[in-house]
């Protein structure tokens, strides 16, 4: 509290989220707001998101998403993975907005190249299903929901189990060296 109350945005942040959650005080949606923005005002990515997914799931306020895609680009702009994919999210669902799969996939690609496990099984869904494309991607839609269950995400077996289905061999071994080039520059070089 005394490093919050000396303007330490990471210590509003962690303020703000004990608000949020009771954890040692009650819960507060109000104070977990009031913690968040001074946070968010100094420019704290991690608040921006949080103040992003307290007008996503309407907790202690009205539920907006034009709101919580206002503060996840803020965080976004400050390459926040998870902000990236709750604006993937928000496109892709039409949450708010027009639905748009080409702007959902950019953003899933945008979270997913920063190792972000979500982010990577969306963006391989949408590869796999065509969406925001005129076909689908079975090739990439491999390589992405492998990423993805590497990063903790079993689900994303379905996704390359059926990709697997439409390749061949030579493409399934290309496919496991890509995912090891991929590992080996940290996503900077992976199937776009």
Known sequence: MPLAQSGMASAQNNIGHMHEEGLGVVQNYTEAMRWYRLAADSGLAEAQHNIGLLYYHGYGVSKNQREALRWFRQAADQKLAASQYMIGRIYHAGEGLQQDFVEARRWYALAAHSGYAEAQFMYAFMLQAGEGATDGDPYRAYIWSQLAERNGLPGAQDIHSISALMLTAQQL???????ARCLE????????
């Open 173 to 179: 071994e290309l496919a496991a060296a890509h995912i």
């Open 185 to 192: 520059t940290s996503y900077a070089e992976c199937a776009d």
